[in-house]
């Protein structure tokens, strides 16, 4: 608790007042302890299972246990449900620190109080047993998304306090990666609800058990493919970058920095993800460069030139087979083109460059310049930043300089390292000027090299400009 600053500590200590206060109420509603006992049981079971999260995250995720929260919220009222997600402090399997454990949990049963609230005002206790069941379920949408952003709100606030993340961002990522899985596992809730209001009773807990834990194990086996789907393209990115020392890193951070620019213009998460991947994927190609090429510390030939420039084409080549990947073929394909219509593989311009390589281009000219490279030392962010400035509207699209600067100023950026081995062969030859795709100070770019009748997969943003 010390560590946190002064500001944080109340806060924490607000809430779990805030909690104790709600829970306290049960004393005083009337509310059937058999209920109370048999829910807490079973949000005891499924409270230790970890959080499922589709997407490393950034997708939704899925408490194994918020379920059984709505069906408290439902059955037991705002003090009852406060109650049982406070208690949870006392069994939570990773054992953080105290402080932690006692916010979780209180944050949890402030969120439940104020979920419970609502239903009662919407008269939820009347609709549940009555024959008008579309209006009910809209009752328990409803408070769903209340439980969602309060618990977002909470949440956002203390990072807002103890780590200075802005409310707003912290709010939108809890959020985007948590309100769909609320209201969709949710209804597991309202099930249990609903069959415990009849005379199942209390044995709808057991009734709803097994098909819960065989929902959350399909998530499971889900996010799995997807974790290993993802293991998959970072094995391609390093079988990229051993071609290359002075490239670690590289696709990381270029994807990370695409990543910033789409959550700043307010892409949707499902395309961030997609983003995320191209820029992941945008140099695939270079695994059909020769080496000696992308290590040459001399000028390059215009054949030279035309192999390297072709890279993005070959990127696309290698991963077309991929459905899953859809728009990211368009941020792979069409990173190295110019808002003044200079750029290759296709020479488009403004608008009719894909805004997911819009994205990958700031990005990845960014990295390159605060990056060292066989022919010349890392250049200072400012510096880069001062650049991508000065080529707004010729090399990039405004309105992603813009976003990008201000994504660095509020998460800062990290340059790569310099390689030590490059660091040696530096000292070896020196410094020698050449051509860099990736680099717009560099010499001037091949220009277009396809007309706009190449073969791309089907279904891509490319192919609908292709064909106008």
């Known amino acids: 608790m010390s560590a946190l600053p002064w500001r944080a500590r109340v806060y924490v200590i607000a809430v ?121 379920l809209l009752v328990v949408v409803a408070t769903a998304a209340v439980y969602s952003a309060v618990n977002a709100s909470l949440v956002a606030g203390v990072l807002t306090l103890a780590q200075g993340v802005p409310f707003g961002h912290g709010l939108r990522t809890t959020l985007s990666t948590g309100l769909v899985g609320y209201l969709l596992y949710g209804l597991f809730g309202l099930m249990m609800a609903v069959l415990w209001s009849t005379e199942v009773g209390a044995l709808a807990a057991a009734l709803v058990l097994l098909p819960l834990l065989v929902a959350r194990w399909a998530f499971g086996q889900y996010a799995a493919e997807r974790e290993a789907y993802e293991r998959t393209v970072r094995t391609l990115v390093a079988a990229v970058e051993t071609k290359d020392l002075y490239t670690r890193g590289h696709s990381e951070r270029v994807s990370t920095g695409a990543e910033l620019i789409a959550r700043r213009i307010g892409m949707s998460e499902d395309r961030v993800e997609l983003l995320r991947f191209a820029g992941l994927l945008h140099d695939m190609g270079k695994l059909g460069v020769p080496t000696r090429l992308l290590q040459k510390d001399g000028p390059l030939t215009p054949e030279e030139l035309q192999i390297i420039a072709l890279h993005p084409v070959r990127g696309v080549e290698m991963v077309r087979e991929i459905e899953f990947l859809r728009e990211a073929y368009d941020g792979i394909m069409h990173h190295h083109e110019r808002m003044d219509g200079l750029g290759y593989p296709m020479g488009l311009k403004g608008d009719q460059i894909p805004e997911f390589a819009r994205a990958i281009a700031v990005a990845d000219a960014f990295d390159a310049m605060t990056s060292t490279r066989s022919y010349r030392p890392a250049r200072d962010p400012a510096e880069a930043m001062a650049e991508l400035e000065r080529c707004r509207g010729t090399h990039f699209d405004p309105a992603m300089v813009a976003a990008f600067a201000a994504a660095v100023v509020e998460h800062g950026w990290t340059p790569a390292e310099v390689p030590v081995q490059a660091a040696l062969l530096d000292a070896e030859r020196g410094h020698i000027t050449r051509y860099d795709h990736d680099d717009p100070t560099a010499s001037q770019a091949p220009g277009p090299l396809l007309d706009e009748q190449v073969d791309e997969p089907r279904g891509t943003q490319a192919d609908e400009q292709a064909d106008r």
């Open 16 to 136: 779990c007042v805030a909690a104790v206060a709600a829970a306290s109420a049960v004393f005083f509603t009337g509310t059937d302890p058999v209920a109370l006992v048999v829910i807490g049981l079973l949000f005891a079971v499924l409270d230790p299972l970890s959080t499922v999260s589709l997407g490393r995250g950034r997708g939704v995720t899925l408490s194994a246990s918020f379920p059984v929260s709505l069906a408290a919220v439902i059955l037991l009222g705002p003090a009852g449900s406060a109650l049982i997600s406070l208690a949870s402090a006392a069994y939570q399997p990773a054992r953080p620190p105290m402080v932690k454990r006692l916010f979780n949990a209180a944050e949890l049963a402030v969120s439940a109080a104020c979920a419970g609230v609502v239903y009662t005002g919407l008269g939820g206790e009347d609709k549940l047993g009555s024959d008008d069941f579309p209006l009910v």
